[in-house]
């Protein structure tokens, strides 16, 4: 007793003890520094400016002594002398490994200065207090314009989120790695989610521990980046932290009190007739254990930072229909590696590295198969089935490169990446029907993959004495693909005949079920594996050429200009530019505008994926053909070859900063020409190849984007407090303007249901505000985010309008699925227990809402919800250790 008096004594002491001191960091222009390592000297205890150059800081006492370090500025140290605030000017120094803003090649330029908006997001601090265990959730309630949605019933994307900006496609954002290209997913979504059609970049297989900080690009930038950047461009900043040990445990839980009204029995309601399961409260028990270590190499720079991260994350079960009795989000299993160095070779020289390795076992429920049903075996399955789809998902990268600066002043950088994802299917509780009372219960179904390398060489130089200061750079890649898809075993995706015999000829005889007295489908239930004929191995290349300036004119107007050039080896060259501007009306206001030209190249898996599947409609099953666009059944419905996707992108805002307030508002339209899309089902009956219906990957659209991001943010220090606030917005609109469906039915081409589901990629609109109380003992957070209504249409649009009134467009109607605006509310407190330890108490959603319940029979998922931007599983709270040493 006398120890545990004594250790809560310490505590106690210390956070009493401890003092906060906050501050503001800039250049000598008075241009504020993002990322600055800001610490208390003799100690590990430290921090990092925010996008606006402040900082906050809890040490020992107010006559401490800070110390300063950003990479290409001289350092600083600075004694307190009792103050609780500070401003601190530093000066450049050397330029080897400085830090860019993405959306500009510049080392001065910052992302307050800057043409275009970008938004940094500091993690470190974030994650502290915010429940949100993925990045894309966080990003989700924190970044104006960015959107994911939890999927289920949706395959491979309930076990990756996709994502968007703008509303825009998944693969139409550019995601970087310290300013280097990250690989792709494998995963094409083809189920009703967001992104239909498309692939993306899987922001969740990077530890949140790793990251310093997340830069948002909002604008169109495939002129500087190339390929993908249409919507903008996120860059990810790993941690570069040293001598110091940085770790936290989190644990949450979901309540089941899921908000509507069900009938009785109903799945999952209310946590009881739970699936495979017993009644609960609480469920979705998720554990993250996170470490973050770094390590100076040597008095003149360099270092290693490691991040290792653990992850478990049960399923959650709500409400859905009878044929859909595993509604709710996959369970995840998954360790994470991550490392950043840099070390320097000479004065003028330095070798930097990056990558590491992510690892997710996944499970989510496929659709009931209840009975009477060919689809079962009774002998295996007396009382019907869930498949279960699980999968194991590698992500792997390394990058690394020497930047040198020459004895005229260039700075060159020479790098090279590698990155590769491989998604394995592995379906269990599920059997082939067509193999009877033989069949196994669980099948490796095969799955896909897809490696990236890029080669670049980058040049940059600074003139100072030209005009107010002119930035120049040039450089070119070389980037390599390749997607494969690869079979499963013969169980997963072959017909066999009474005899047990795979069916390779018409006059095989195929088993029939005694109750419905219909052939016994092959393959896996829940997922069929991909077989030989399906299996793929394509190769592409990618040559680019690019330059940019950008010139201050004076010290109020600057403009830059950037070119790029593209060859790619399957479908040829493409050119882009860019242009953008800034002018200061004050010193406290600007006004900014951009336009550009923009590509986005067919992926790989969109011009070669191919796969049989079941679709369910309405609780009905159908088998699918995805036919790949180099098919002859393809061409026979008279879709073309797919070309690349172009784009224009024009931005004007006006930006504010005075004293404690800062605002940004801008203002964005985007025209995006044979945007690649995955038509709906085709009547396939008649081509003789067991398939009710076939689709396609097209050019099949021209669509208008075009909306408003609005970004306040307002700090007020009190005393040895300060109090915080955030407010960002977007209003967004999607038209169709053009749908390219040639001699096909426009009905079926992109029928009125899939042009609802494009059109709800983001909310009409999406207002959080975020309030902080921040204090040397207790923090607390609220953040309030609303979402606008959106529309969807469920499977009765595709009913005759007798079955629903009669008057024409009744079906239409009788489907629309509408949800209503809602709000979601997030509470934290953090408590700091000590300078290096803190706990963090909260809830995401805390007032439990749900979206406007549905009738499950419609929806896409079988649930009582779709995949809507808010999510379906209601309140989540959880708890968090943090601690240094």
Do not use: C
């Not at 609780?84 to 993405?102: F, K, P, S």
């Not at 509507?260 to 999952?268: S, V």
């Not at 902080?772 to 003992?777: A, G, H, L, P, T």
């Amino acid at each position: 007793m006398r120890k545990i008096l004594f250790i809560l004594f310490v505590l106690f002491q210390n956070a009493v003890l401890s003092q906060v001191v906050e501050g503001k960091v800039t250049d000598e222009n008075n241009i504020p520094l993002v990322g600055v390592n800001v610490t208390e000297k003799g100690t590990s205890n430290g921090t990092s400016t925010d996008l606006d150059g402040y900082f906050r800081l809890q040490v020992r006492s107010l006559n401490a002594t800070l110390s300063l370090s950003y990479i290409g500025y001289r350092d600083v140290e600075l004694s307190l002398n009792g103050r609780n605030y500070v401003t601190v000017e530093m000066q450049e120094g050397l330029l080897l490994g400085e830090v860019q803003v993405v959306g500009s090649r510049s080392f001065k330029r910052s992302s307050t200065n800057s043409p275009v908006p970008v938004d940094v997001i500091d993690l470190s601090e974030l994650s502290i207090r915010n429940g949100q265990i993925e990045i894309n959730q966080i990003l989700q309630y924190v970044a104006p314009s960015f959107n994911a949605s939890k999927q289920s019933g949706s395959d491979g994307a309930d076990h990756i989120d996709p994502a968007t900006l703008r509303g825009l496609g998944p693969d139409q954002t550019l995601v970087l790695i310290n300013g280097k290209r990250r690989h792709q997913s494998s995963l094409i979504n083809v189920f009703g989610t967001r992104g239909r059609g498309n692939t993306g970049t899987d922001l969740n297989a990077i530890p949140v521990a790793a990251i310093k900080r997340i830069e948002v690009l909002r604008d169109g930038a495939a002129a500087q980046y190339g390929s993908d950047a249409i919507a903008g461009v996120i860059n990810i900043v790993l941690n570069d932290q040293t001598e110091e040990f940085q770790g936290n445990v989190t644990y949450g839980l979901y309540s089941t009190a899921a908000q509507g009204t069900f009938d009785p029995g109903t799945p999952n309601a209310d946590g009881k007739n739970r699936l495979y399961d017993k009644d609960r409260a609480l469920d979705g028990q998720t554990v993250r254990i996170s470490g973050n270590y770094g390590i100076k190499l040597s008095q003149n720079g360099g270092f290693i930072n490691m991040t290792t991260e653990l992850l478990s994350k049960q399923r959650t079960l709500r409400p859905g229909a009878d044929f859909r009795k595993g509604f709710g989000e996959a369970a995840i299993d998954g360790f994470n590696f991550m490392l950043n160095a840099a070390v320097p070779l000479t004065q003028k020289t330095e070798a930097y590295a990056f990558g590491g390795r992510n690892f997710r076992d996944t499970d989510a429920y496929a659709f009931t198969r209840n009975n009477p049903t060919e689809r079962n075996v009774l002998s295996i399955y007396p009382d019907g089935f869930t498949p279960r789809i699980t999968s194991n998902i590698t992500d792997a990268s390394v990058s690394a490169g020497i930047r040198h600066e020459m004895s005229n002043g260039w700075l060159v950088d020479f790098n090279n990446t590698y990155g590769k994802n491989n998604f394995h299917y592995f379906i269990k509780n599920t059997l082939n029907a067509s193999l009877q009372g033989a069949s196994p219960t669980s099948f490796d179904a095969g799955g896909h993959s897809l490696s990236q390398n890029t080669r670049g060489l980058d040049f940059t130089k600074y003139f100072r004495k030209v005009m107010s200061g002119l930035n120049v750079a040039f450089g070119t890649e070389y980037r390599t693909e390749n997607f494969r898809i690869f079979a499963g075993e013969e169980g997963s995706y072959a017909t066999y005949d009474v005899n047990g015999i795979v069916v390779t000829r018409p006059d095989q005889v195929i088993p029939v079920d005694p109750e419905t007295g219909e052939q016994r489908p092959g393959g896996s239930q829940g997922f069929p594996g991909y077989s030989p004929s399906n299996a793929v191995d394509r190769n592409r290349t990618n040559l680019s050429l690019y330059a940019d300036g950008e010139l201050n004119l004076s010290n109020a107007w600057m403009t830059s200009l950037a070119f790029r050039y593209e060859n790619y080896s399957d479908f040829g060259s493409t050119f882009n530019y860019k242009f953008a501007t800034r002018y200061k009306l004050t010193d406290e206001l600007a006004l900014r505008g951009a336009f550009s030209t923009g590509f986005r190249a067919p992926s790989l898996a969109q011009i070669y994926y191919n796969l049989r599947f079941t679709n369910f409609v309405g609780g009905v099953a159908n088998e699918v053909l995805l036919s790949p666009n180099n098919s002859p059944v393809t061409r026979a419905f008279g879709i073309s070859e797919l070309r690349q996707e172009t784009a224009q992108n024009a931005s004007l805002g006006v930006t504010y900063a005075s004293g404690n307030f800062s605002a940004t508002v801008d203002a964005y339209l985007i025209d995006v020409k044979n945007r690649i899309v995955l038509t709906d089902y085709f009547d396939a009956s008649s081509l003789g190849i067991n398939v009710a219906s076939a689709q396609f990957f097209a050019n099949g659209l021209d669509t208008r984007t075009k909306g408003l991001d609005i970004v306040l943010n307002y700090r007020q220090p009190l005393g040895k407090n300060s109090l915080n606030f955030a407010l960002t917005g977007n209003i967004n609109a999607i038209d169709i303007q053009k749908i390219h469906n040639g001699a096909l039915d426009p009905d079926v081409f992109f029928g009125p249901r899939e042009q609802y589901f494009l059109r709800a990629s983001a909310p009409d609109y999406k207002f959080g505000l975020l309030s902080s109380f921040k204090s040397d003992v207790i923090d607390f957070s609220l953040g309030l985010t609303r979402f606008s209504g959106i529309t969807l249409l469920g499977w009765e649009v595709f009913g005759s309008d007798d079955d629903y009134g009669g008057f024409e467009g009744a079906a239409l109607e009788a489907s629309k699925d509408v949800y209503d605006p809602a709000m979601v509310v997030d509470f934290s407190a953090t408590w700091h227990i000590a300078p290096k330890l803190n706990f963090t108490l909260g809830a995401n959603n805390l007032l439990n809402a749900y979206p406007t319940q549905q009738n499950p029979d419609g929806t896409d998922s079988g649930g009582y919800w779709d995949s809507v931007q808010m999510g379906f599983s209601g309140a989540y709270y959880f708890g968090r250790l943090g601690f240094r040493f």
